[in-house]
C-alpha cells in the first residue's frame, strides 16, 4: 500500500464525509460523538476473512464493503430494529492497494445509505490477510425487541423472500473462477451471483413482523435448518417444516439441471441469504403477510409451525424424518 496510514484515513473521511441525523461529530476524531436516541440500543458485531468469507481475486472491493454492512444491518432487523451508526475496523495486508480500501470504503457509504445509517468511525491495522470488521449500534422501542427465545408451541413459521440463492450464487462464483462461465452468460445465473454479492437485510420487514406480534425472529445467516434450530434451542421447542412450501429462489432450478445441486440442500442448508424467520400467532400471518407484500413487495412464506417437544422434522407429503439442523458452523466448517 502507497499511502501511510494518516493519508489512508484523509481517504476514508472524504468518502464518508457529510451531515447525517445524530452524528455530532464523526470521522477524524479519537472518537465519534452520536446521539443515542430515544430508544433502547441493539449493538451487533461481524466480520468478514479473507480466505474464510472472500477472496482478494474474485470479490470486488465495492461489493465485499456493502455485503459486510448488510450482513450486520440483517442482525438489528432480527431483533425488530433499526441501524443508527456503524464502526469499521480493517485488517489489511501488503498485498491490499488503497484504492482497493477506497472502493471498499464506496461499498459501505453506498449500503449505509440504504439502510439511513451513518458510518463514524472505525480503526486500521496492518494484518497478514484481509479482516473486514464491522459494528453496528442500531434502536429498537422499548418493549419491542424480538428475541430467539419467545417461540410457542402452535406459532407459524414464516420466512420472507427466497432461500438458497446465496449459496447457488457461491456455487456460480467457484464456477467461474474455474473458468467455468455457463451460468454467467444467463439471467438465471447473474441473477444468483447478485444475491450472493449484495444480500439485502430486511430491515422493515424486520419492524413490520415486530408489530404483527412476532414471538420469536432470527435472521438466517448460516442456514435456514441451523437457525431454526438455534431459535427452537433458545425457545425449548420443536419445529416442523413443510418442505415443498419452502420458497426456492429464483434460478435454483435452473443450476440443478445437469449437475449434482440440489434445491432443497441449498435452501435448507446453504447460508447467507439473511431473510427473516419468525414464529407469528397463526391468527396473524396473513395480516403480517398483507403487510410485507403491500410496503415492501417481499414475499412472505409460511412453511411449517412450531410444536412442543425438541428437534426439527421434515415433512414431504405422508412422509416425515428428522431434519438434521445442518449449516455453516466457522469451527467445524472446514
Known sequence: MELSELDLVRGIRRVLSGDAPGVVIAVGDDAAVVEP????????????????????????????????????????????????????????????????????????????????????????SRAGRAVVSVTVYGEVAEGMAVTRSGARPGDALVVTGTLGGSAGGLRIARDAARHHTEALSTEWGRSLLAVHERPRARVGEGRALAAAGA???????????????????????????????????????????????????????????????????????????????????????EIGAVVEGAGLVAVRGDREEPLEPRGWDHFASR
Not at 425488530?80 to 459501505?108: C, H, N
Not at 439502510?115 to 468511525?121: D, I, R
Not at 414471538?215 to 438466517?220: C, E, L, Q, S
Open 37 to 124: 436516541g430515544r430508544h433502547h440500543g441493539v449493538l451487533t458485531a461481524d466480520m468478514l476473512v479473507e480466505g474464510v468469507h472472500f477472496e482478494l481475486g474474485s470479490t470486488a472491493p465495492h461489493d465485499l464493503g456493502h455485503k459486510a454492512v448488510s450482513v450486520n444491518v440483517s442482525d438489528v432487523a432480527a431483533m425488530g430494529g433499526s441501524p443508527r451508526y456503524g464502526l469499521i475496523s480493517l485488517g489489511l495486508s501488503d498485498a491490499i492497494e488503497a484504492a482497493w480500501v477506497m472502493e471498499l470504503y464506496g461499498g459501505m457509504r453506498e449500503a449505509a445509505d440504504e439502510y439511513g445509517m451513518s458510518l463514524v468511525g472505525g480503526d486500521t
Open 215 to 301: 414471538h420469536a425472529m432470527i435472521d438466517v445467516s448460516d442456514g435456514l435448518a441451523i437457525d431454526l434450530g438455534r431459535l427452537c434451542e433458545e425457545s425449548g421447542v420443536g419445529a416442523r417444516i413443510t418442505i415443498p412450501d419452502i420458497p426456492f429462489a429464483p434460478g435454483l432450478v435452473d443450476l440443478a439441471e445437469g449437475t449434482d445441486v440440489d434445491p432443497v440442500d441449498l435452501a435448507l442448508h446453504g447460508g447467507e441469504d439473511y431473510e427473516l424467520l419468525a414464529a407469528l400467532p397463526p391468527g396473524d400471518v396473513d395480516e403480517a403477510r398483507r403487510t410485507v407484500v403491500e410496503r415492501f413487495g417481499t414475499r412472505l412464506t
